[in-house]
């Protein structure tokens, strides 16, 4: 029952004005915080990762949360309130019967419902899911196959989707199996005819006697579905991997949706990624700096020699070519790697190695950038 349902803003901890943007990051979060994989075995995680995806189908969706925003859970379920909800117009007097006075006049010149049972009954594709995966740097950069848990609509294996735990299904008597009853209207003084969806099998023009105790008569059921996916070699964080047909069941022999798996990288300890190229800093001492030394240099690749020419200062940045990340579309093509090395100052050294330094000192000359310093200090002062 609806009433047992929280509501979707409170779900995703949203105000009910929030926009398309807030919304999208609540979701991540929630589905980061209560994703089966993180919660093994953890139940109660698993229903609220369920809810969550639940809420976000709806409120990610314009035309689903204006319906949501106006009826409610029935707006989005006609299994709610008596199949009223989004197909079934106003519940009181007034108009009722008419979606709103567009269709009253559509109705006064002879016009059709907009929606009727024809359309109802009509080959429907099913929708999109939405889950998260976090990779590592190095699974992100050259591609790798994970199972991701989604919660997506199924056929309901006890009825095979048809809603009867017998298997028997008439046709409603009422609308004659069309989904749609003409009725009469009196409005100022006029008669007028208008089609409406049946009450009676909620537009689906069949009448489940015996409804399936596993999906109560829906025919469809929520589930956690886990399917491996392919990610593609360079892939970011924020993209999306569609994997086709693997979404919500289609409803009268309509396709499936998709899934798209949003892309969460983890922190790596050295490396930084900027587009295609992968960013780190090496540190080297004040003697490689001074003389120029064979260093190794960490790369996706392992490490690689690199000679550092002498007089190197600190914040110099170096590249090697083509060992950055690949090209999703064409992963021959790599961008680059790019280190900068950061000179560590020698501490706690002992008394020798200060007389050493000293004398190291005494013996050279001051740089010209050093000159230059003090010589436009003098002559600020001045």
Do not use: W
């Amino acid at each position: 029952m609806a009433e047992n349902k929280r509501d979707y803003y409170e779900v995703l901890g949203v105000e009910k004005g929030a926009d398309a943007d807030t919304i999208k990051r609540a979701y991540r979060k929630a589905a980061m915080k209560y994703h089966p994989d993180r919660n093994p075995g953890d139940k109660d995680a698993e229903a609220k990762f369920k809810e969550v995806g639940e809420a976000y189908e709806v409120l990610s969706d314009a035309d689903k949360r204006a319906r949501y925003d106006q009826f409610g859970f029935a707006g989005v379920d006609p299994n709610y309130g008596g199949g009223a909800g989004y197909g079934g117009g106003f519940g009181g007097g007034g108009f009722g019967g008419f979606g709103d006075f567009g269709d009253i006049f559509s109705e006064f010149f002879g016009g059709g419902s907009r929606s009727g049972g024809a359309a109802r009954n009509a080959p429907r594709r099913g929708e999109n899911v939405m889950a998260s995966l976090e990779l590592t740097f190095e699974e992100a950069a050259f591609g790798c196959e994970k199972e991701v848990a989604s919660q997506r609509i199924e056929n309901c294996s006890a009825c095979n989707g048809t809603g009867s735990a017998d298997g028997v299904i008439e046709t409603c008597s009422q609308c004659g199996g069309s989904g749609q009853v003409r009725t009469t209207q009196n409005f100022m003084g006029m008669q007028m005819q208008s089609t409406t969806v049946c009450p009676r099998c909620s537009g689906r023009g069949k009448i489940t006697k015996n409804p399936c105790t596993t999906c109560k008569g829906k025919g469809k059921v929520r589930r956690t579905h886990k399917v491996n996916v392919k990610i593609p070699a360079g892939v970011d964080a924020g993209q999306s991997v569609r994997v086709r047909g693997e979404g919500c069941v289609g409803s009268n022999g309509g396709p499936n949706g998709d899934l798209l798996v949003e892309i969460y990288i983890k922190r790596h300890p050295i490396f930084t990624r900027e587009d295609r190229d992968v960013l780190c800093e090496v540190p080297i001492s004040f003697t490689q700096a001074a003389l120029g030394a064979q260093i190794q240099v960490p790369t996706l690749d392992g490490k690689v020699s690199f000679e550092i020419p002498e007089g190197t200062q600190t914040g110099k940045e170096f590249i090697l070519r083509d060992k950055g990340i690949p090209e999703v579309n064409n992963p021959r093509r790599r961008g680059n790697h790019r280190f900068t090395v950061v000179v560590e100052t020698p501490t706690h050294l002992t008394k020798e190695q200060k007389d050493l330094l000293r004398q190291l000192d005494g013996s050279m000359e001051s740089t010209p950038k050093i000159r230059k310093f003090f010589d436009n200090l003098k002559d600020f002062f001045d």
